[in-house]
């Protein structure tokens, strides 16, 4: 067919009695531009010889593929195997290298109902920060509740995440950022850590509720629950009752899951919210500070260090001289 961009005059056609129109609803793939078709003796000799040879090549092209996808089908288990193995030799050498790069060693899966961390460190955080303090976990029959305490910012949600982490990657076959580990099996891993998925539905202290209402119902002596600061999305008195009335429920269970509990509701202990159990232990994260601590906010120390015991304080306000230099010069100004 001869091609033109728009289409012959009449009086055109008629000295080139030859030409006959044949289509004009033919564009280019952005569909902006019309090209006109015309046939004259030569081209319907060609189309009377090869025929609309296009299609032709288009259903060929169909008919290659019909039988390539029917002849693969009939090995097609074979061909899943062997995407399956590539698939999970690639995560095999993936989770090789970081173990090589990062010193991860390999952790002990053991029946028992324990889990002994020697120094364990975060997988993401400690890649970018210049020093990763790491820290140590111990839990076992007695002391199944571990409550963590301590000022914003000193790394108590970056711990409990870890140990987290560390326990799930024990799980998959990996190696696991610590110096020893040794992970009793595990059935499920429940976090109840603040979600930021909020919906027109439910807000996050609706969403939090929910997620500590499946740990406190299918939680097993096998399992791991972290809960990370639950309670502090109402009021401070309702807050204290849900967490405290969370952390009875543990200690009453006949065979209570591992539990890791970051708060900043620290009057549950003041108050004697709590039962007195062996199942729960206390520890904090350690600062540094001068005797005259309320007047020096800027010599505070975050030690990043688990410690032993729980603290009272939150130092809110160093944070916010940490977070944002116009903080500390209104405060400055104060």
């Not at 090209?35 to 040879?53: H, P, Q, V």
Request: aromatic share 10%; charged share 25%; with cysteine.
């Amino acid at each position: 067919m001869c091609i033109f961009e728009e289409k012959l005059d009449e009086r055109i056609l008629e000295e080139l009695q030859d030409y006959e129109f044949a289509v004009s609803w033919f564009s280019d793939e952005d569909g902006d531009v019309k090209r006109f078709y015309y046939r004259n003796a030569k081209t319907r000799e060609l189309d009377s010889l090869l025929g609309d040879i296009y299609h032709k090549i288009l259903d060929m092209e169909r008919a290659i593929t019909r039988d390539l996808v029917s002849h693969i089908l009939e090995f097609s288990m074979h061909l899943l195997k062997g995407i399956n193995f590539a698939a999970e030799l690639d995560c095999f050498l993936s989770l090789a290298l970081v173990a090589r790069q990062n010193n991860y060693v390999r952790p002990i899966l053991t029946a028992e109902a324990v889990l002994d961390i020697r120094n364990g460190r975060h997988v993401l955080q400690e890649m970018t920060v210049d020093t990763f303090i790491p820290n140590d976990t111990k839990i076992i029959d007695q002391g199944n509740v571990h409550i963590i305490t301590g000022p914003n910012y000193s790394g108590k949600s970056i711990y409990i995440k870890q140990v987290a982490l560390i326990v799930f990657l024990a799980h998959i076959g990996s190696f696991v950022p610590a110096d020893a580990a040794k992970v009793g099996l595990t059935d499920r891993i429940f976090c109840a850590m603040g979600s930021k998925l909020m919906t027109a539905e439910q807000s996050t202290f609706m969403i939090d509720l929910h997620q500590v209402g499946m740990m406190l119902r299918h939680a097993t002596s096998r399992s791991l629950c972290l809960l990370d600061e639950f309670g502090k999305g109402t009021l401070t008195e309702d807050g204290i009752g849900l967490l405290g009335g969370t952390i009875d429920h543990f200690i009453s269970m006949y065979a209570p899951p591992k539990v890791l509990i970051c708060t900043h509701l620290t009057q549950i202990f003041v108050d004697s919210h709590l039962s007195q159990s062996d199942k729960v232990k206390y520890y904090t994260m350690s600062v540094l500070r001068p005797d005259n601590s309320n007047e020096a906010l800027e010599e505070i120390v975050f030690l990043y260090r688990l410690v032993p015991g729980h603290t009272l304080l939150s130092y809110g306000l160093h944070c916010a001289l940490l977070a944002d230099d116009n903080t500390r010069f209104k405060y400055a100004k104060n």
